[in-house]
Structures are given as C-alpha cells and as structure tokens.
C-alpha cells in the first residue's frame, strides 16, 4: 500500500500567509517604493569635467498614479545636466497628459528619447510564466515570435511632438547632438526598439563622432545584437532600459528572467559589454514602473539612475 504524505495543516497555512505577504508587499509597497541609484562612469576624456546624466526609463504611467508623478517631478530638483529617457512611458493610452505633467520640471533640461513597444502599443493581460517560456526558447518580443496581432495603438505622437517642442532630440534610428549649458557637446546615436524589431542599426552605423566631446548610445531593450553593434563601433556608453531589472526577483539570488536575451547577470546597473574586440560601458535601468496587468515588484524597488560621467584618468 502506498504512503500517503499530507502537508501538515498550520504548515499550509503558513505557507498560504507567506505568499500573500509577499503579494501584498509586491503590490502595495515596494512597487511605489521609488528609489535613485547614483553611479560614476569614467568615460570622459582626460581634463573634461564631470557630467550629470538622469536616466529615466519604463514609467508604464497609468491614470491615477500620483505617487509616481510626484516623485518624477521631484528629480528636477537634482540639476541635471542631461536627461536621458529610454522609453515606455505608457501603460495607458489615457495616461499621456499625467505623464507630461511627471516629466515638464524634467523637460526644462537637456535631454534625449527612444521609444519602446508600450509607448507604440497598449499593454494585454499576458500570463507571467510566459517570460520563463520564452526565455527558455529564446523567444522575446517580435524576436522569433509572429506579428503584433490586434494591438491597441497609444497616441505616441503627442509624446513626441511634446518632447520636440521641449528641445528633447529623437534618437529613434538616427543621431543627434545637444549643447549642454557649460558649452558641452554631446553626440547621440539611438535606435528604435528592438523588441519588436524597429531598429535600423545600418542607419546609424559609423562610431563616434570625433568632433564632440562624448558619444553615447541609446536604445530602449538591450538585446545583444544591438549592444555587439554599439560595442564593435566604440561607443564607450550605452544606456538601456527594458528589463525592468527583472521585477520579480529572488532574494539574494536576483533576476529569473530579462524579457531580451541579455544575461540575468546584467538585468540592470552598470556593467560592461564586449564585443569585436573592443568593451563599452552598459547600464540597464530597472525602471521606475510596470506593465498596468502585472502592478507588482518583489527585491526590485523601481528607480531612476543619477550617472556622473567622469574622465578616464578618475
């Protein structure tokens, strides 16, 4: 005769409590728990002083979400010499006026954009275990998967047309310089999301331009063939988003998956990249929100990034 093996009835309680501790944690405390990651980039070139780039990425703005707001509008506070925004700024098609109103006190700076798919697509409710699926089958986004079938199209141009209207430079396929206020050059090389296959990388190809004090490479998911690309050209920065630093992590153990096929390893924060023979600096923002169906965040606080470029001599 079989033995039958039960889990006792307080351990299952137990456990049931546990899970939706943690739940409600994920939901109702970390997820609006915004925090600044502050880093230093030695990129510069030697005697150059230093500058301060605010990266912000992944708001996933949903009417109502006054919190968020507040705390975007706050990061004016810190001065920064250029904004750099690596995309999906929606999760809401109604969401546009609140997240302009989030990112004005920000628009009064330097800055820069990319896209990503959200701001291109409205969210669908999408089964989490998928994002394991995938990464299993080396399948992200429109990478090896069919077409956007049946999308709810966000009004992105109004985006758009407002950053423009704010001196922000579009790096969707293309380049771009902004003069910062010390008299700084920097050139910009971006591409438009690879998620879902919008980028261009012949359009842009070509290295830095030597005739700026720095170049540096934006695009919003950091999938290897971008960054290979980035790498091979010399870029000596590249500034990503998308991953969201994996949103639901393990405690002392980190990310499960990274919605792209970059390595968990480096879901988010600096690290280095190399390709061709050459290493670029990455940095990979967990971002400061999430997709309107999955509101939660577990050992993932979301977050804006505060880099000090710095001389390669420092």
Request: proline content about 7%.
């Amino acid at each position: 005769m079989r033995a039958r093996y039960r889990i006792p009835l307080k351990t299952a309680a137990g456990i049931t409590a546990l899970g939706a501790a943690c739940v409600g944690y994920a939901a109702g405390v970390e997820v609006r728990s915004f925090r600044l990651r502050r880093v230093s980039v030695p990129v510069l070139p030697r005697g150059m002083h230093p500058l301060r780039v605010l990266q912000i990425s992944d708001i996933h703005m949903v009417s109502g979400q006054r919190k968020k707001q507040r705390w975007l509008q706050s990061l004016a506070g810190l001065r920064p010499d250029l904004v750099i925004n690596t995309g999906d700024n929606l999760s809401d098609p109604e969401g546009i006026p609140e997240t302009l109103d989030a990112l004005g006190p920000l628009m009064e700076f330097p800055g820069a954009y990319v896209f990503g798919s959200n701001d291109y697509y409205g969210p669908k409710p999408r089964n989490p275990a998928k994002y394991l699926v995938e990464k299993a089958s080396g399948r992200h986004g429109l990478n090896g998967n069919g077409p956007v079938v049946g999308a709810l199209h966000n009004p992105w141009e109004e985006l758009r047309d407002t950053f423009d209207s704010a001196g922000w430079v579009g790096l969707s396929n293309t380049r771009g310089r902004v003069k910062l206020g010390g008299g700084q050059e920097i050139a910009l090389t971006g591409l438009d999301d690879p998620h879902i296959k919008r980028d261009r990388y012949s359009e842009v190809a070509g290295g830095p331009e030597e005739d700026a004090d720095v170049s540096l490479a934006v695009v919003h998911a950091p999938y290897l063939r971008v960054l290979d690309a980035f790498t091979a050209d010399r870029y000596p920065l590249i500034l990503a988003g998308h991953t969201h630093g994996g949103q639901l992590c393990v405690p002392f153990y980190g990310a499960l998956v990274t919605n792209c096929d970059i390595d968990t390893r480096r879901v988010k924060g600096l690290s280095t990249h190399r390709a061709g023979g050459h290493e670029s600096h990455l940095h990979v923002s967990a971002g400061c929100g999430t997709n309107r169906y999955t509101p939660v965040r577990f050992a993932c606080p979301p977050e804006a990034t505060l880099l000090t470029l710095t001389s390669r001599d420092d």
